[in-house]
């Protein structure tokens, strides 16, 4: 990914090695616990908003009496984890999936015991079976699960089992069971963790190993405790959801035959969750209590499916090829192969037999928002621009807001030269989506096309800061100060640059 490459290469004099920055982040974690304290103070003064609603207050966040971690706590804690997770990992650029990703989670923290509900979904593109949690309410979510995943059903039992951890507090209640251990353990089990979750997973096993090694036996049976009301919690508020409960033992199913694939590396889940026959008996015993239905696919999820195994072949004939003899077998993925063969069609620039292919599916289901979405790529690869924006806005006034349209609609405009009608668009919805780094990255490149350089630095410091390169944020607003007209945005750029600089300190402090 492009912008990922710039970011990467641009934070590149403030950090070490990736395994160093995260067994650091993590070592500090876990020693020196009230530094969470200062970067929540720090983030209160943002929460994730864009400058333009920036002056809306200075409240700090109440963090409660005793020992134990807040929830508030861990919410900031959380966004910290992330700014660093976001210029380590390659995280998968995907408007559609995102928010398919993001209603299915908060559907299930619905049924959910969570009581913190501000909830961040990150997709990392990873081809390896995967979920994790991070306290706070970050949910990330490899690739790879959902193109594994045979339904919707097996890929919820998966994500509720990571909202029971936090629902259930482990991490603050790991915390509390551990203070009997050394503080070197704790810290080899969640640096070992986090670089597993960011796909470092050789560097991630050793020091997990290290750490099991160095941990009493009883943390170790806690740590066993907290998986198996990981398994129960998550079944139950599958149930809850109006999920197929049998999803969780198909799911542990097809990790053990990935198992075998893999040879003596297994999946990148496996590694943290350990899967037992003991574990996969008690999954079949529990689900088998619940009262006996007939559960029907999300078919959205088999479209899905096919956008992450289309972005798993780099070749576009190759993932042609691929998809039509997916779609010559029929069968119930049918349709779903044939999606996936307008898009890799699309991509490869038989735009045709795209239109074809896809047009009795428009029929059959006008307003289906994926394939109005499919339609509106091939206009835009025609270049026929002004028939995709009538159709994307058409669409946007029937689903105001919706995320994917929006990101459309935005390069629609971008790409056929309508700059202020891009740029227009995507600040009032960068509002709404503040943590959103590729609409930043969006919206900054037509800023830059349409001449509004003060929108441009501006959109780049958000994008930067949301990537934890507070250096290059802070140089961005430096470039944008001479640049305003008016004393309010002069002072917001001021109040932002001494955040900016606040969190700097605090970032530094804490890793």
Known sequence: MLHQAIVQKEAKRESTSTSAIITLYATQMLLFIPMIRILSIMFALLIATPLSVADQGDKL???????????????????????S?????????DPVLQEYMENL?????ASSQLRERRLEVVLVENKTINAFAVPGGIVGIHSGLISKAQNEAQLTSVLTHELAHLSQRHFARGLEAQKKSSAASIAGLLGGLVMIAAGAADAGIASVM??????????LRYSRQFEKEADRVGMQNQVNAGLDPGGAAGMFTVMQKASRS????????????????????????????????????????????????????GDTKEATAEFRRRRARGGRNAVAAQYGLILALTENGNLTEARELLKPMREFAPNNIIYGLAEADINIAAKDYETAITQLNSMLSLSPGNHPITMSLG???????????ADKLLSRHARQHASDVNLWYLLAEVQGKGGNILGLHQSRAEYFMLNGAMKQAIEQLNYALPLATNAVTIERIHTRIAFFHNLDRALRNFG
Request: proline share 6%.
């Open 85 to 93: 997770f976001r210029r380590q990992a390659p995280i998968l650029e």
């Open 262 to 313: 893999y040879g003596s590396r297994p999946p990148e889940f496996l590694l943290t969750h350990p899967l037992t026959e003991n574990r996969i008996a008690d999954t079949k015993n529990r689900s088998a209590t619940y009262p006996r239905r007939i559960y029907e696919d999300n078919p959205t999820f088999q479209l899905m499916r096919a956008r992450v195994d289309l972005s798993f072949i």
């Open 210 to 219: 290290g750490g099991q090694a160095a941990a009493q036996n009883s943390q």
């Open 105 to 109: 989670i908060f559907r299930l923290a």
């Open 61 to 83: 966040p109440g963090f409660g009496e005793g020992n134990s971690v807040s929830l508030n706590q861990e919410y900031f804690l959380g966004r910290a984890w992330l700014m």
């Open 411 to 421: 390069r629609a405009y971008f790409e056929s030269g309508y700059y202020s009608k």
